[in-house]
């Protein structure tokens, strides 16, 4: 697909359309999981003599970051599963510490946890209306000169001079100095 020449009128087909994908989802979150579990897997790939992998404890060196990889996908395409696919990478974070060469050398276990944190806490963003909203315009004031009557429950002073009521006090309290029978 060729690239439109400014001035030439044509546009692309979607130009948005990544940016809106990227906001349905937890996108920062997922994409620093999936950065962690990599580092975390390639730290567990290095050639390094001083480190050992011994039976069970060396296959969970593989196994952690390959589940971390996949909750970062898993992050990306399924949003609505957000949540437990955040636990599920925050928790192996913490345990590729002990598993993964101190968890990819500190760098891929921080980069997991704060991705993990970011999808946890993201929420879908509420759509903005494009068009303005259909809002029934405010009322006028009678052509006779007298204010317009307020809408109900606000409060407004009488022309008399007396004391302000709200409409919902007036009818609950009498105002006579009656007893007001109890259960009312």
């Given at each position: 697909?060729?690239?439109a020449r400014p001035g030439s009128g044509t546009?692309?087909?979607?130009?948005?359309?990544?940016?809106?994908?990227?906001?349905?989802?937890?996108?920062?979150?997922?994409?620093?999981?999936?950065?962690?579990?990599?580092?975390?897997?390639?730290?567990?790939?290095?050639?390094?003599?001083?480190?050992?992998?011994v039976g069970l404890q060396g296959l969970a060196?593989?196994?952690?970051?390959?589940?971390?990889?996949?909750?970062?996908?898993?992050?990306?395409?399924?949003?609505?599963?957000?949540?437990?696919?955040?636990?599920?990478?925050?928790?192996?974070?913490?345990?590729?510490?002990?598993?993964?060469?101190?968890?990819?050398?500190?760098?891929?276990?921080?980069?997991?946890l704060v991705g993990g944190c970011l999808a946890?806490?993201?929420?879908?963003?509420?759509?903005?209306?494009?068009?303005?909203?259909?809002?029934?315009?405010?009322?006028?004031?009678?052509?006779?000169?007298?204010?317009?009557?307020?809408?109900?429950?606000?409060?407004?002073?009488?022309?008399?001079?007396?004391?302000?009521?709200?409409?919902?006090?007036?009818?609950?309290?009498?105002?006579?100095?009656?007893?007001?029978?109890?259960?009312?």
């Amino acid at each position: 697909m060729a690239a439109a020449r400014p001035g030439s009128g044509t546009t692309p087909a979607r130009p948005g359309r990544f940016r809106r994908w990227r906001r349905t989802r937890p996108f920062w979150g997922g994409l620093l999981v999936v950065l962690g579990g990599a580092e975390i897997l390639a730290s567990v790939w290095a050639p390094l003599p001083v480190v050992l992998h011994v039976g069970l404890q060396g296959l969970a060196g593989y196994f952690v970051p390959v589940v971390l990889l996949t909750c970062g996908v898993l992050l990306l395409v399924t949003p609505a599963q957000r949540v437990f696919y955040a636990i599920v990478a925050i928790i192996l974070a913490l345990v590729s510490w002990l598993t993964s060469n101190l968890g990819g050398f500190g760098v891929g276990m921080v980069l997991t946890l704060v991705g993990g944190c970011l999808a946890l806490a993201w929420t879908v963003r509420p759509r903005v209306p494009t068009a303005p909203s259909a809002a029934p315009p405010p009322a006028a004031a009678p052509p006779s000169g007298e204010p317009a009557e307020p809408p109900s429950g606000e409060v407004t002073a009488p022309p008399s001079g007396e004391p302000a009521v709200p409409p919902s006090a007036e009818l609950a309290a009498p105002s006579s100095g009656e007893a007001v029978p109890p259960g009312r």
